[in-house]
C-alpha cells in the first residue's frame, strides 16, 4: 500500500474528493489536503492559537476571525465537494464554534488578520460643539454619527496645548516632561531620534502605514517624520484669496503693531470645496479605502480645519447668519483672581490676537469663521465615513478620532491655545473597536491622548511597546464606568501643568502659583479656589499627580 494510503487510514475516512489548498493564509499554496470533520474544526480553531495569553483573554479580534475562518472554509469546500462532503464540513464547524475549541487550540497553522485602524486627527477642535451638548451652537452631525458608533470620551485631554509638543506626545506615547518637547519650535525627531511612534509600531508588526495632512506639526517639512509611514500626502496648501477677507492689515497691542501674518484671515472660501487642502486630504484616504488591500493598514487622517486661517466655502458660513450667531458666555471680572503664573501665561499666549479682533470690531466675524470651519471639519469627516462603509473594511476597522487640543474663541479674554485651563485642553476622543467597544455610549473617566498607542497595541494585539507612558483604554471600551482612578495631566512649557480629575482642575505655574476649579460647580472655570477654605486637601492629593522630572526644553528647529 502506497504512503498516501497509509496515511489517509491513519487519518480515519475522507471526503470524496481533495481539498486544495490555495489561500495564501494556509502558510502554503497548493498541495492537497485531506479532510474530515475533526481537521475542518482545528483548522476553524486554529486561528485563535494565542487565546490563552494575557490571563486567558482570547485575542480583540478572535471572534471575528473564527466566524471569517469559518464562512471561508465552507465556501471553499461548497465550491469542491459532493452533498455529503458538504454536511459533513457544516457538522465539522457547528462543532467547532459550539465546543470549547478555543480553550486547546491545535498547533497554529492560520493567523488572523488583524484589524485595520483608521486615524483621525483634527487641528485645535474644541468642545463648543453638538457632540457633546445639543445646545451648543457648532453643529457636527457626523462626530455624533461617529459617537453613536462605539465610545465618546466626555472627559479627553491633550498631553500639551499646542501642535508639535500634543501631536509628538501622542504619537509617540511619551509626555512632553519626558522629552522635552514643550514648544512648538521644538526639533522633536533629533531629539528623539530612536522614538518608535504609533504608526512605525504599526509597521513592525505587518501593517502598511499611509497618511495624508497634518499628523505631525505642519509649519516646516523637517516636522513631519518620513520613517512613520510608507506613504504619505503632506497637508496642502490654502489658496490664497485675491485679497484679505477681513480687511484686518496690523497687529493691534503686539508684535510692534506690525503687519499681521498671513493665516491671520477669515472668511468664505474658497469657492469649490475640491480646491482646499482638507478636501484633498480626504480624497487621498478614500482612493485608498477603496482599493483592494493584502495587509492590515493603518490609514491616519490629518483634518487641518478648524485651525487658521478660518477659510471654508460659503455653505459652511451660512449656516452662522451673524445676526443669529451664539457667542461664548463671558463674565466680566474674570480674570481678577487669576494669580501671577496664569498671568503670564496669557501674555505669552498671544493676547494681540484677541485685541486685534476687538479693535477692529471682528470677533463675532471671526467667532462665525470658526464655527465655519469646525462644520467644514466635519463634513470632512462624514466623507471618510461614508467611504469607509462603502468598503469590505468596515467590520474590521478601529477607528479613533481625536483633536490635538482645544480652542479659546474669547473666553478669558483669550483667543488661541497656550494656556492650561480646560478650553485649550479639552479635545474630543471617540474610538469605534467592533466586537470590543460599546457602542453609543459615553465614558466621563480622565483620560489623556496618551492612552491612545497602548490601547491601539491592545485592540491590534501588538507587542507591547514598554516605553509608553499612557494607559490602555480597553477595559473603558467595554465597560465606560468601571474603576479608573487616576487623572489627566497637561503640560505647557517646562513647570506648568495641570491634573484633571472627574471633578476638579488644578494648575501649578512655574512660579509656584496655583488654580484650582470645581467642574461640578463651575465648569466655566470663573472662580479660583486656591487658597479658599478646605483647598489645601484637594491640592495636596491633586499634587500627587504631578510630574516627578522634567527634562530640559529641546532645542528648536533651525529654520
Known sequence: ??????????????????????????????????????????????????????????????KQAVRAAARRRIGQVLMRGPLVPQVAVALAVGWALSQDALAQPPSPTEEPRRPNVLFIAVDDLNDWTTLYDKANPIRTPQLERLAKMGV??????CSSPACNPSRVATMTGLSPTTTGVY???????????????????????????????????????????????????????????????????????????GPVSGPFDWGPWPPEESQTPDAKTVDYACRFLARTHQQPFFLAVGIFRPHSPWYAPAEHFDRYPLDQLVMPELLEGDLDDLP??????????????????????????????????????????????????????????????????????????????????EKSTRTPLIIVAPEVARRNVRCRRPVSLLDIYPTLVELCDLSPNPALEGNSLVSLLREPQSEWNRPAVMTWGRGNHAVRSGRWRYIQYE??????????????????????????????????????????AVPDLAR
Open 1 to 62: 500500500m502506497s504512503s498516501g494510503a497509509n496515511d489517509r487510514e491513519n487519518r480515519g475516512p475522507t471526503f470524496s474528493r481533495p481539498f486544495l489548498a490555495t489561500d495564501a493564509t494556509d502558510g502554503r499554496l497548493g498541495g492537497h489536503e485531506y479532510l474530515t470533520p475533526q481537521t475542518v474544526s482545528m483548522r476553524i480553531c486554529s486561528v485563535s492559537f494565542e487565546a490563552k495569553k494575557r490571563k486567558g483573554q482570547q485575542p480583540m479580534f478572535a
Open 152 to 157: 465618546m470620551f466626555t472627559r479627553a485631554y
Open 340 to 421: 501671577s503664573g496664569g498671568r503670564t501665561i496669557l501674555q505669552k499666549g498671544k493676547p494681540f490676537i484677541y485685541k486685534t479682533m476687538a479693535a477692529n470690531n471682528q470677533v463675532k466675524q471671526a467667532t462665525q469663521a470658526y464655527q465655519a470651519c469646525a462644520s467644514f471639519a466635519d463634513r470632512q469627516i462624514g466623507r471618510l465615513l461614508d467611504a469607509l462603509a462603502k468598503t469590505a473594511y468596515a467590520r474590521n476597522t478601529i477607528v479613533v478620532l481625536w483633536s490635538d487640543h482645544g480652542f479659546h474663541v474669547g473666553e478669558k479674554r483669550h483667543w488661541e491655545k497656550f494656556a492650561l485651563w
Open 183 to 257: 514648544g512648538n519650535a521644538s526639533d522633536w525627531r533629533r531629539a528623539l531620534p530612536t522614538a518608535v511612534t504609533l504608526s512605525q509600531h504599526f509597521m513592525a508588526h505587518g501593517y502598511r502605514a499611509v497618511g495624508a495632512g497634518k499628523i505631525f506639526h505642519h509649519h516646516h517639512e523637517a516636522y513631519h517624520d518620513d520613517a512613520s509611514f510608507h506613504d504619505f500626502l503632506p497637508l496642502a496648501k490654502d489658496p490664497a484669496p485675491p485679497k484679505r477677507l477681513n480687511g484686518i492689515t496690523n497687529w493691534v497691542g503686539g508684535r510692534g503693531n
Open 511 to 552: 512660579d509656584g502659583t496655583h488654580e484650582l476649579y470645581d467642574h461640578r460647580s463651575d465648569p466655566h472655570e470663573w472662580f479660583n479656589l486656591s487658597g479658599k477654605p478646605g483647598s489645601s486637601r484637594i491640592i495636596r492629593d491633586l499634587r500627587k499627580w504631578l510630574p516627578k522630572h522634567e527634562a530640559p
